[in-house]
């Protein structure tokens, strides 16, 4: 049994993938499986937080003792994520947020027109849910953790992201076979504001969720 050093905690995760509908039977969404979220929130969990999941699609059962909070697209998890962190410690973003959506929704189903090319699907950005909650903390001393997968200048792009996030961790992980997208292991390393970097090697979703703990533990104090 895990250390009880969440005690009196408060933490919010948010997991899976956002899907923005077309029309009622179509959607644009990600490959998240939610694995990596629920993996946060079952171990800060053990590790006796409160924790708030916001679960975006992911198909997996409700972890126990945890609050899950079900959304579909990324206004949802905004307005979700916004409610839960009011009184958080911690907010940790591993959900896979859809960054447009379809300008329209099409209330019937979209249907091919014989002869015709299809019309071209106009997107609107949504809103940056990471980016919004950094810049603006519900709480003196909140500690924002955002996740990027990338796929090319991983460090690189991971160091810009955390600038531009303006959170105080980014969970850099490599999108590749066997690791971060839908599997049980994963491989990252945690970029810190503080110019920190802190590598977690190929193991369980469980054991990167760990690390995060820990470093966010260290910057609550
Ligand atoms: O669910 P699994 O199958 O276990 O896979 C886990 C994962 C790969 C989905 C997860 O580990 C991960 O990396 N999640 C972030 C995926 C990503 O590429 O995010 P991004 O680069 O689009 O966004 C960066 C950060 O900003 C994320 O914390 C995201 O939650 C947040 N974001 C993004 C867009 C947006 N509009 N609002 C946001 O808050």
């Known amino acids: 049994t895990a250390e009880p050093d969440l005690r009196g905690r408060h ?29 946060l929130a079952r171990t800060a969990a053990a590790r006796g937080a409160r924790v708030t999941l916001l679960a975006a699609n992911a198909g997996l059962p409700d972890p126990a003792g945890v609050d899950v909070v079900h959304v579909g697209t990324a206004v949802q998890l905004r307005e979700a994520v916004l409610k839960a962190a009011a009184d958080a410690d911690a ?21 091919k027109k014989d002869g015709h090319e299809p019309d071209p699907v106009a997107l609107v950005r949504n809103p940056d849910i990471l980016a919004e909650i950094s810049a603006d903390r519900a709480r003196p001393g909140q ?6 997968a990338e796929t090319d200048d991983v460090l690189a792009n991971g160091r810009a992201k955390l600038a531009r996030k303006g959170c105080d961790l980014l969970v850099v992980n490599e999108v590749g076979e066997r690791k971060t997208f839908g599997s049980e292991q ?23 969720a760990d690390t995060v703990w820990d470093l966010v533990l260290r910057r609550l104090g």
Not at 91 to 111: H, L, N, Q, W
């Open 11 to 39: 933490v919010v995760v948010s997991a899976g993938g956002t899907r923005e509908p077309l029309d009622p039977v179509r959607f644009l969404g990600n490959r998240s499986s939610g694995k990596q979220g629920y993996a």
């Open 143 to 148: 500690v924002v953790v955002g996740f990027a």
């Open 91 to 111: 907010v940790v973003m591993a959900a896979a947020v859809a960054d447009f959506r379809p300008a329209v929704y099409a209330t019937g189903k979209i249907k």
């Open 186 to 208: 994963n491989e990252a390393v945690v970029l810190g504001a503080d110019g920190s970097e802190t590598p977690v090697p190929y193991g369980p979703k469980e054991a990167l």
